[in-house]
T-cell receptor, first 109, second 114 residues
Framework: DAKTTQPPSMDCAEGRAANLPCNHS???????VYWYRQIHSQGPQYIIH???NNETNEMASLIITEDRKSSTLILPHATLRDTAVYYC??????????FGSGTKLNVKP | EAQVTQNPRYLITVTGKKLTVTCSQN?????MSWYRQDPGLGLRQIYY???????DKGDVPEGYKVSRKEKRNFPLILESPSPNQTSLYFC?????????????FGSGTQLSVL
């Protein structure tokens, strides 16, 4: 089964880019990688997802390595409101989602 | 407004007293699922449902039941709750087969079993 590993915490200065790494070396070729974030104990919020190509939306960019063993979520200009736990999620067997422990991002003024 | 609604938001109960946490979505999604979240851990999938009357176990199904009699509703049932089921629970839905296959989450239910 696909699994993800992330660093437990990261700091980022306000206004700078936040680069959050994720290792998903066991993911198979047709399994998507999703990124969500959770602020306090609220329901997780969708950020972005991808399969093999890099993706960009209004919130973030997702860079997936060519071998698909890892990816990086980029928040281009982090603000204090981006302080949250960020989850890299592997979707496997089409219907199952593995969340991992997440990265606590601390955006500092 | 497209949303997933869980009730109740908070629930305190005692060991062995059957309870149901409701989940409803208004997006006509076929797929619904339940997760639990414990301190310091990510979400773990309990059960999921691909459509009405189609359910399957996730990673931590022990002690839980679900039913899917209608497309919009997916209740989580604890027949005999125990203290180790004290947790934060989330319901989610998605529309598989579309390009935008993201999960939509409810606001969560904090359950305490005494």
């Amino acid at each position: 089964d696909a699994k993800t590993t992330q660093p437990p915490s990261m700091d980022c200065a306000e206004g700078r880019a936040a680069n959050l790494p994720c290792n998903h070396s066991t993911i198979s070729g047709n399994e998507y990688v999703y990124w969500y974030r959770q602020i306090h104990s609220q329901g997780p919020q969708y950020i972005i997802h991808g399969l093999k190509n890099n993706e960009t939306n209004e919130m973030a960019s997702l860079i997936i390595t060519e071998d698909r063993k890892s990816s990086t979520l980029i928040l281009p200009h982090a603000t204090l409101r981006d302080t949250a736990v960020y989850y890299c999620i592997a979707r496997y067997n089409f219907n199952k989602f593995y969340f991992g422990s997440g990265t606590k991002l601390n955006v500092k003024p | 407004e497209a949303q997933v609604t869980q009730n109740p938001r908070y629930l305190i109960t005692v060991t062995g007293k059957k309870l149901t946490v409701t989940c409803s979505q208004n997006m006509n999604h076929e797929y619904m699922s339940w997760y639990r979240q414990d301190p310091g851990l990510g979400l773990r999938q309990i059960y999921y449902s691909m459509n009405v009357e189609v359910t399957d176990k996730g990673d931590v199904p022990e002690g839980y039941k679900v039913s899917r009699k209608e497309k919009r509703n997916f209740p989580l049932i604890l027949e005999s709750p125990s203290p180790n089921q004290t947790s934060l629970y989330f319901c989610a839905s998605r529309d598989p087969g579309t390009q935008n296959e993201k999960l939509f989450f409810g606001s969560g239910t904090q359950l305490s079993v005494l």
